[in-house]
């Protein structure tokens, strides 16, 4: 019987691999941003404090109308809902909220202190800081607010800050603080010369010359030469001896 021919099984489809769910990345921690700053300071022989506002927020656009306040730390709700203990605007002084915009440069600071506490920030629900220390002594933040229009608190937070404590102080003054980028001493501090001048005599004063007499050269005598008798230069001849045989007579 003839051979069948074979039969090919039908190719079976690829089974396609399951496309894994993509893994979403970490929300990266949100970073603490401090663009203000305050520092507790006493007076010498006063128990109130003042403290030292420092504030850098250019890139904020930043308004003349922005102002500080210290909040308890014990405000529940953030933004506070309320007004703060102590404020002042960034420039301190005076009003100026009704600057022009762009008068405000955002990089400054200020001190709050009773003795020169501006007339706009004297409202009977503001204190001072001699009654902070005296009735609500404590934990206090900085922040950096802007008025939102004409509303009521709370305001527009720009940023937080870091805690201070105010209580009263001993009537010692605070340390000055050395400097941040102290000048460094020269290595080898060379002294500069100094010259002394003496004074010039109009009569110069001569030094005696002393003649120093060489001692004898000890040479020896030359030895006296003797000219010889010169040789005669035609010397008489030596006679010559003759001779003479004898001759005997005989």
Same mark, same amino acid.
């Given at each position: ?9 039908? *190719? ?24 203000? &700053? ?5 007076? &010498? ?6 403290? &030292? ?65 501006? &007339? ?7 204190? *001072? ?46 340390? *000055?603080?050395? +400097?941040?980028?102290? *000048? ?19 009569? +110069? ?10 001692? +004898? ?21 030596? +006679? ?11």
């Amino acid at each position: 019987e003839p051979t069948p021919a074979p039969i090919p099984e039908p *190719t079976r489809a690829p089974i396609p691999e399951p496309t894994p769910a993509p893994i979403p990345e970490p929300t990266p921690a949100p970073t603490s941003r401090t663009c203000i &700053e305050a520092e507790v300071r006493y007076v &010498e022989g006063s128990s109130v404090p003042v403290v &030292e506002i420092r504030y850098d927020y250019p890139e904020d656009d930043p308004l003349p109308s922005d102002w500080v306040g210290l909040y308890p730390c014990d405000t529940a709700v953030f933004p506070p809902p309320i007004e703060p203990t102590i404020y002042a605007y960034t420039c301190y002084s005076r009003d100026c909220r009704m600057d022009p915009p762009n008068s405000a440069s955002g990089i400054g600071s200020f001190i709050f202190n009773d003795a020169t506490r501006p &007339e706009y920030a004297n409202e009977m629900m503001y204190s *001072t800081l001699e009654e902070i220390v005296r009735d609500q002594p404590g934990c206090y933040y900085v922040l950096l607010n802007r008025i939102d229009g004409e509303s009521a608190p709370p305001y527009y937070e720009i940023c937080k800050g870091n805690e201070i404590q105010l209580v009263p102080g001993s009537g010692v003054a605070n340390p *000055t603080p050395s +400097p941040a980028n102290p *000048t460094p001493s020269p290595v080898n501090p060379v002294s500069p010369p100094v010259f002394t001048v003496s004074p010039v005599d109009s009569t +110069p004063s001569l030094s005696p010359i002393i003649l120093i007499t060489p001692s +004898p050269v000890d040479a020896p005598l030359p030895a006296l030469i003797v000219n010889p008798t010169p040789s005669p230069v035609n010397p008489t001849p030596a +006679p010559n001896s003759i001779v003479i045989p004898a001759v005997c007579n005989l």
